[in-house]
Antibody, heavy 120, light 110 residues
Framework: QLQLQESGPGLVKPSETLSLTCTVS??????????WGWIRQPPGTGLEWIGS???????YYKPSLKSRVTMSVDTSKNQFSLKLSSVTAADTAVFYC????????????WGQGTLVTVSS | QSALTQPASVSGSPGQSITISCTGT?????????VSWYQQHPGKAPKLMIY???RRPSGVSNRFSGSKSGNTASLTISGLQAEDEADYYC??????????FGGGTKVTVL
């Protein structure tokens, strides 16, 4: 059974860079059949797609976040990562990592989510 | 790229049917058959309930069904049960490998 697990600091200071890692178990991140992505949910509000990455390094970001987002893959560790720079309080959210089939456009496996708070 | 529009809340009595709408534009919902729906209970991760407008993943009850007309997709829950009380989100492919989510709908079982 595929499992995804987010990890990273739960508290980040304003103007700094938020860094999260998603570890995939029960399956290989190097499959050409899937993309991997990040989705966030500010407290009490809805879901927001941040970006997606393929193991070959292809990335796609939400246009409004593109200038601050960097995603990467480490196939040796079966992990992918998110960096969000110049954070503000508005970036406080639960961050989920998830999987999307390459030939489909739906998120079929999700991590449990990790809360990141931006505060000094 | 804007968020899709969903009603904030929908309610129904046990056994009834309810429908949640998801309105987008001709750049997302109206142009693709890649609409999916997710159920989220408090404190939990979203769960895929419907994909490609009207397909159900293995293990999802056939009480859940999806449809689309023009720029609006819909999720119908028939035979409403207490366990269906949750937040529901739609999602659409929006071109250029991007996605748009709806604002979410809180379903209350009366």
């Amino acid at each position: 059974q595929l499992q995804l697990q987010e990890s990273g600091p739960g508290l980040v200071k304003p103007s700094e860079t938020l860094s999260l890692t998603c570890t995939v178990s029960g399956g290989s991140i190097s499959s050409s059949s899937y993309y991997w992505g990040w989705i966030r949910q500010p407290p009490g509000t809805g879901l927001e797609w941040i970006g997606s990455i393929h193991y070959n390094g292809n990335t796609y970001y939400k246009p409004s976040l593109k200038s601050r987002v960097t995603m990467s893959v480490d196939t040796s560790k079966n992990q992918f990562s998110l960096k969000l720079s110049s954070v503000t309080a508005a970036d406080t959210a639960v961050f989920y990592c998830a999987r999307v089939p390459s030939n489909g456009d739906y998120w079929d496996y999700w991590g449990q989510g990790t809360l990141v708070t931006v505060s000094s | 790229q804007s968020a899709l529009t969903q009603p904030a809340s929908v309610s129904g009595s046990p056994g009834q049917s309810i429908t949640i709408s998801c309105t987008g534009t001709s750049s997302d919902v109206g142009s693709y058959t890649f609409v999916s729906w997710y159920q989220q209970h408090p404190g939990k991760a979203p769960k895929l309930m419907i994909y490609e407008v009207n397909r159900r993943p293995s293990g999802v009850s056939n009480r859940f069904s999806g449809s689309k007309s023009g720029n609006t997709a819909s999720l119908t829950i028939s035979g409403l049960q207490a366990e269906d009380e949750a937040d529901y989100y739609c999602c659409s492919y929006a071109g250029s490998s991007t996605f748009a989510f709806g604002g979410g709908t809180k379903v209350t079982v009366l």
